[in-house]
T-cell receptor, first 114, second 108 residues
Framework: NAGVTQTPKFRILKIGQSMTLQCAQD?????MYWYRQDPGMGLKLIYY???????DKGEVPNGYNVSRSTTEDFPLRLELAAPSQTSVYFC?????????????FGPGTRLTVL | GQNIDQPTEMTATEGAIVQINCTYQ??????LFWYQQHAGEAPTFLSY??LDGLEEKGRFSSFLSRSKGYSYLLLKELQMKDSASYLC?????????WGAGTKLIIKP
């Protein structure tokens, strides 16, 4: 049981490049989340999903896109990377609705945009 | 608006006790979570309070007063490995509102 996995762990992008951050969970959780965490700041919700085929925006969705074709996978797409997207990205999942259940986090992806 | 406040940084001595406070103002309340986050790592779940009172789990305890919009995390018999950030998060109307975290520094 691996829990929540994320790839890659580190990535450097040039301004304008695109990439996909991968996230997978093996706990059969319906709810999945993407957060970003800037130094000294709290977690900011980018997008979330309540099940396969259903996604919705969080607090800071601009510049990102997601899809959820299976229960297990929830990739995050960055289009036209900008320096403001330099951050640590965490994927998380929970069995019940957000705000009511423990969220389990992946190890994170450290992204630098130069 | 919805807001969570916790101190930015605290320092304590190995073997001592420390209390990390969290105050919140939210439009709804589904429960309050505490997470621990070591530097460079992901947050991990510590505790969940939905009713008023104290929940004890080993060296860690968490207290909630819903009427005061207040919680604290109490860490006893501090160890060097407790050096980490402690994040308070409140479930409100099926959102999870996160505090910025309290960085706890343990000195020998």
């Amino acid at each position: 049981n691996a829990g929540v996995t994320q790839t890659p762990k580190f990535r450097i992008l040039k301004i304008g490049q695109s990439m996909t951050l991968q996230c997978a969970q093996d706990m059969n959780h319906n709810y999945m989340y993407w957060y970003r965490q800037d130094p000294g700041m709290g977690l900011k919700l980018i997008y979330y999903s309540v099940g396969a085929g259903i996604t919705d925006k969080g607090e800071v969705p601009n510049g990102y896109n997601v899809s959820r074709s299976t229960t297990e996978d929830f990739p995050l797409r960055l289009e036209l990377a900008a320096p403001s997207q330099t951050s640590v990205y965490f994927c998380a999942s929970s069995g019940l609705a957000r705000g009511t259940d423990t969220q389990y986090f992946g190890p994170g992806t450290r992204l630098t945009v130069l | 608006g919805q807001n969570i406040d916790q101190p930015t940084e605290m320092t304590a001595t190995e073997g001592a006790i420390v209390q990390i406070n969290c105050t919140y103002q939210t439009s709804g309340f589904n429960g309050l979570f505490w997470y621990q986050q070591h530097a460079g790592e992901a947050p991990t779940f510590l505790s969940y309070n939905v009713l008023d009172g104290l929940e004890e789990k080993g060296r860690f305890s968490s207290f909630l007063s819903r009427s005061k919009g207040y919680s604290y995390l109490l860490l006893k018999e501090l160890q060097m490995k407790d050096s980490a950030s402690y994040l308070c998060a409140v479930g409100s109307n099926y959102q999870l509102i996160w505090g910025a975290g309290t960085k706890l520094i343990i000195k020998p």
